[in-house]
């Protein structure tokens, strides 16, 4: 079945440091790929979407490019700060169909912690 | 801005008992979803909803649990006798239909369940 497998973490990091967290995923056909981010005390919100190869999604200084030779998905910021502490998802959905809603396979998260 | 809210944000309760865990959905949406985060683990789909009716669960939710959508409004999870093992975060999520194209599935902020 599918999966997705991400940088377990927690990763701790200065102001203004580059962020890396690697994702990579296992699903049949081309499945539309998404990174969350979940607050303290909030729900996971969307932080950005691809949905097919070679795509990059991108959002408040975040970016991701969608990998299809090497299945990976892998989350970019070149300047972190101390409000991007947060945990990050990466999650998958399979190929869009129509009149279907997809269930999204996440990965365990990544806890990220930005230090001034 | 309008959001997913899930009600109580924890709930503590004896191995056994039934919990009903309940959740608002955005008003226009027409998906509903429950997803559970057991700690240190992944976020795992559970159930989605849709016109009334289970359109796709998983393994986990076998016949201990079961959804509704008692009024226009609310969407609940009851747990019908609960076991340790489902100590977890459980987090509610609603989508709009769009027949072909990208949709974002809006999560609350989760009720951690925790059975004693």
């Known amino acids: 079945g599918d999966s997705v497998t991400q940088m377990e973490g927690p990763v701790t990091l200065s102001e203004e440091a580059f962020l890396t967290i690697n994702c990579t995923y296992t699903?049949?056909?081309?499945?539309?790929l998404f990174w969350y981010v979940q607050y303290p005390g909030e729900g996971l919100q969307l932080l950005l979407k691809a949905t097919k190869a070679d795509d990059k999604g991108s959002n408040k200084g975040f970016e991701a490019t969608y990998r299809k030779e090497t299945t990976s998905f892998h989350l970019e910021k070149g300047s972190v700060q101390v409000s991007d502490s947060a945990v990050y998802f990466c999650a998958l959905s399979p190929s869009l169909g129509g009149g279907s809603n997809y269930k999204l396979t996440f990965g365990k998260g990544t806890l990220l912690t930005v230090n001034p | 801005e309008p959001e997913v809210t899930q009600t109580p944000s924890h709930q503590v309760t004896q191995m056994g008992q039934e919990v009903i865990l309940r959740c608002v959905p955005i008003?226009?949406?027409?998906?509903f979803y429950w997803y559970r985060q057991i700690l240190g683990q992944k976020v795992e789909f559970l159930v989605s909803f849709y016109n009334n009716e289970i359109s796709e669960k998983s393994e986990i939710f076998d016949d201990q649990f079961s959804v509704e959508r008692p009024d226009g409004s609310n969407f609940t999870l009851k747990i019908r006798s609960t076991k340790l093992e489902d100590s977890a975060m459980y987090f509610c999520?609603?989508?709009?239909?769009?027949?072909?194209?990208?949709?974002?599935?809006?999560f609350g902020p989760g009720t951690r369940l925790t059975v004693t």
């Open positions: 999520a609603s989508s709009e239909a769009f027949p072909r194209g990208f949709y974002e599935q809006y």
């Open positions: 008003s226009n949406h027409l998906y």
């Open positions: 699903a049949t056909g081309y499945p539309s």
